[in-house]
């Protein structure tokens, strides 16, 4: 019997899959879209992903590195699995080692995580426990904010520029005596922007005079010019600034869950205070996390291939007529002139998976950077889609 394939059969057929569903201010339900407590420029139509995606072709709607984990990573957890009898804490103190002398601190700036989604979520329910405001930009990623939010904070959503850098002096403008934090996740999702370094270096060491700034920079190893763009060296500084990482994008290790925050010790402290850090970890993705440091060379393939896709997704959406925002991370945004519930329908039931934003109350595709064979099932996707 050949049923069709689209979204809602398949979600109806599988189990639903609500990350942070205890905290998040959500309602989820069997055709359900995420129900804000609050009227932002952008909210995810949040189609809840089903249980078991194996069946696309195309799986471009998790920015995940297609590429990966890399060699290095594969046997270091071979290799580790047999120590699976035992917490890791030495080795996370020796990952942690790793990274304090990769980023230019000391070993008690580091705090490690599974993935840097959790880095995020610890840090927003030790600072907003006792209310308060979140300033950060909008569009940008809600984990933080969604967090804090749950916890009895609020939020002051700064839209983007016109270019969709943030909207430094109207974030400096919104901090008043109840901030409890500043967020930038630069480059930025859902949209792929980039704001000017030196601009955000200044806003930064700024701003965290204030209040802490938490700068997330998941996709920062995407940009071909990367030396000196971090804003790392502020922690170095002393500066009360917070930056997290994550294994899960360039490195490959999404599904492996481990990411990493630099901050003050104090920071961390406050943090390690209410939430504890190296249980959620295995011994397997630690070990992992170690390898991938040095596999530069699987790195760099990454990079070169992403920015490879991205071109070729460019060149094929200006040619459609698309007005897309240059991107420089591992995804792609762009508007589209339908409806998002149709949009969806129609991809995935070619099997394409890929996720819509409504920014301004008009429908956004994001699509992931795959392979080129899956930007090519992409690209012939959307055209059927919206021919």
């Not at 990966?68 to 594969?74: F, H, K, L, Q, Y």
């Not at 917490?87 to 230019?104: N, V, W």
């Not at 006792?130 to 700064?158: C, E, Q, R």
């Not at 109840?178 to 922007?193: A, D, E, Q």
Request: overall charge neutral.
């Amino acid at each position: 019997m050949n049923t069709k394939l689209t979204r809602r059969n398949w979600l109806k057929s599988s189990a639903f899959l609500a990350a942070g569903l205890g905290v998040a201010p959500a309602l989820m339900a069997s055709e359900s879209i995420l129900q804000p407590v609050y009227k932002p420029q952008i909210w995810e139509r949040n189609f809840s992903f089903p249980s078991d995606l194996q069946g696309l072709r195309a799986r471009l709607l998790a920015n995940e590195n297609p590429y990966g984990p890399s060699d290095e990573v594969r046997l270091a957890i071979m290799e580790s699995v047999s120590k699976g009898n035992r917490y890791g804490h030495q080795d996370s103190m020796r990952l942690k080692e790793m990274l304090a002398e990769r980023e230019g601190v000391t070993p008690d700036h580091i705090m490690l995580g599974p993935g840097s989604t959790d880095i995020l979520e610890k840090t927003a329910i030790s600072h907003f426990v006792s209310g308060g405001n979140i300033v950060s930009a909008d569009p940008s990623y809600m984990s933080l904010v969604k967090t804090a939010m749950a916890f009895g904070g609020s939020w002051k959503n700064i839209p983007l520029t016109a270019d969709y850098a943030h909207d430094l002096s109207a974030m400096r403008a919104a901090i008043d005596k109840k901030t409890r934090l500043i967020y930038v996740c630069n480059p930025n999702n859902p949209m792929g922007s980039l704001t000017p370094n030196a601009d955000l270096r200044k806003f930064c060491a700024e701003a965290s005079e204030k209040a802490p700034v938490f700068v997330d920079e998941a996709y920062l190893e995407f940009l071909e010019e990367r030396e000196g763009k971090s804003m790392v060296d502020l922690v170095a500084q002393g500066k009360n600034v917070i930056v997290a990482r994550t294994f899960s994008k360039i490195h490959g290790m999404a599904g492996l869950r481990i990411g990493y925050g630099v901050a003050q010790p104090e920071t961390l402290e406050k943090i390690r205070s209410m939430v504890r850090s190296n249980m959620g970890l295995c011994v397997t993705s630690i070990r992992g996390a170690m390898a991938s440091l040095e596999a530069t060379a699987f790195h760099e393939k990454t990079r070169k291939l992403t920015a490879e896709s991205r071109a070729y997704v460019g060149e094929q959406l200006q040619s459609m007529g698309f007005s897309y925002v240059p991107s420089y991370t591992s995804f792609m945004i762009f508007p589209i002139d339908m409806p998002g519930d149709d949009f969806l329908d129609k991809m995935f039931a070619q099997r394409i998976g890929v996720r819509v934003f409504e920014i301004n109350d008009k429908p956004w595709c994001r699509v992931s950077m795959g392979t080129m064979d899956e930007m090519k099932i992409f690209i012939e996707g959307l055209k059927k889609t919206l021919g």
